[in-house]
C-alpha cells in the first residue's frame, strides 16, 4: 500500500500460516502495539495445528490520525523441541483484507543455561607486576600469574594433607597455558569455546596441585559439572601417563560428604601439534575429552565446592606421600556448572 493509503478502523480478519518447526504455544497471545500511543492490546485468536494457520480479527488503522495508527502486532510463536535451527521462509502466509505476504521466522540454537562456575574458561588471569604470558616448554604460559580469578589453589602433600596457596597466587603450583596459542580446542556446539579461554595444567613444577571454587546451589536440586581434560605432553617426554580427579563435595574439611567424583588417566596421543613458539618443534595435541559428572545436591546444603586435583600415581591415599608422577599434567579447560535434569537411575 502507498503511505497516502488511510484506513480508519475497518474491522477484518487476519490469518497467518507459521511454518514447520514453529507453533502457537498453549496461552500464547496476539496483540496490537502503537508504541506512541501506549496501546497494548491482546487481541482474540484461534489456532488451528492442522493447517498451522492461527487467526485473528483487528480494527486497520493505517494514516488515519487516531492514536491507534500505523501500528503493528506481536505474536507469540515457540521453536518445536525437534525443530532444526535456521532460517524458514513461507510466501503468502500472511493475509490481511485480500492482501498476501510472505513471512520469515529464524529458529537459533538455544542459549545454554549461564554456568554457576566463575571463570570457568580460565581468561581471568592476572599478573604480578614482572609476570606476562611467557614461553615455557614449547607453550605459552602465565608467568608470575598473581591470581587465576574466582578460583582458589594449592598442593595436596599427601598423606590426606591439603594446604591452600598462602598468597592466592597460583605461584608453580599450577600451570595456566595461553588457549588462543595453544588450546586445539575441540567443536563443542552445546557450549561452544570462545576467545580468550586458557587451560590450567594442574601439575605446576612437579607439584600434586588442585583448584577449587565454591559456588552456591538450590538443596535437592540436581546438577551437572561439565569440563573438558588433554595432556599437553611433548612427544621427547618419556614419562608416563598423567592424572586429574573432579570432585563436588560439600560440608566442612575434615568432615566433607562427596557428592560426585571420578578420576581420569590420559596417555600421549601419538598425535603431534607444531609448538606454538618454535616452528621446528612438535607437542602432542591435548586430545581433548568432554566429561559430565552429574549429582544431586542433599537437603539443608546451599553450597559446593568444585575441585580439579592432581592425584599422582599414589591417589589420595592417607598412608601415601604425595607423587606428582612427572613434570606434566593433565590439562582442564572449558568447566562448567549448570542445572540439571534428575538422574532416572539415581537410587537404584
Not at 570457568?120 to 591470581?147: C, H, I, M, T
Not at 540436581?222 to 563435595?249: I, M, N, Q
Request: hydrophobic content about 35%; proline content about 8%; overall charge negative.
Amino acid at each position: 500500500m502507498s503511505s497516502d493509503v488511510v484506513i480508519n478502523g475497518q474491522k477484518e480478519w487476519i490469518a497467518t500460516r507459521l511454518p514447520d518447526g514453529i507453533t502457537f504455544p498453549e496461552g500464547g497471545v496476539v496483540r496490537y502495539i502503537a508504541d506512541g500511543a501506549k496501546i497494548n492490546d491482546v487481541l482474540p485468536a484461534t489456532w488451528d495445528p492442522g493447517s498451522r494457520q492461527l487467526r485473528f480479527q483487528s480494527e486497520l488503522h493505517l494514516n488515519d490520525s487516531t492514536p491507534r495508527q500505523n501500528g503493528f502486532y506481536s505474536i507469540d510463536v515457540q521453536a518445536l523441541p525437534d525443530a532444526a535451527p535456521g532460517l524458514r521462509k513461507l510466501e503468502d502466509a500472511i493475509e490481511i483484507a485480500g492482501v498476501k505476504a510472505g513471512v520469515e521466522f529464524e529458529i537459533v540454537s538455544p542459549r545454554p543455561p549461564e554456568s554457576l562456575i566463575k571463570n570457568g574458561d580460565f581468561a581471568d588471569v592476572r599478573f604480578k607486576p614482572d609476570g606476562k604470558w611467557e614461553p615455557n616448554q614449547g607453550v605459552l604460559f602465565a608467568r608470575k600469574a598473581s591470581e587465576l580469578g574466582s578460583w582458589n589453589v594449592g598442593t595436596y602433600q599427601g598423606k590426606g594433607v591439603w594446604a591452600p596457596s598462602r598468597t592466592g597466587a597460583p605461584g608453580e603450583l599450577i600451570d595456566v597455558i595461553n588457549g588462543d596459542a595453544d588450546g586445539h580446542f575441540p567443536v563443542d556446539r552445546e557450549r561452544p569455546f570462545a576467545s580468550g579461554e586458557n587451560i590450567v595444567d594442574v601439575n605446576g613444577s612437579n607439584t600434586c596441585g588442585y583448584i577449587e571454587q565454591t559456588v552456591e546451589v538450590r538443596p535437592g536440586a540436581w546438577y551437572e559439572l561439565s569440563f573438558h581434560t588433554g595432556y599437553h605432553l611433548t612427544k621427547e617426554d618419556t614419562a608416563g601417563p598423567t592424572y586429574l580427579r573432579a570432585d563436588v563435595r560439600c560440608g566442612e574439611p575434615g568432615s566433607e560428604t562427596v557428592l560426585v567424583w571420578d578420576d581420569y588417566v590420559q596417555y600421549y596421543t601419538g598425535k603431534g601439534d607444531v609448538s606454538s613458539q618454535d616452528s621446528r618443534r612438535k607437542l602432542n595435541n591435548p586430545g581433548w575429552r568432554k566429561r559430565r559428572l552429574r549429582f544431586q545436591v542433599p537437603e539443608g546444603v546451599g553450597e559446593v565446592t568444585v575441585r580439579f586435583a592432581n592425584p599422582g600415581p599414589s591417589g589420595f591415599n592417607k598412608e601415601l606421600p604425595a607423587n606428582p608422577g612427572g613434570s606434566a599434567g593433565m590439562l582442564v579447560a572449558h568447566v562448567g556448572l549448570v542445572p540439571s535434569a534428575a538422574d532416572p537411575y539415581a537410587g537404584r
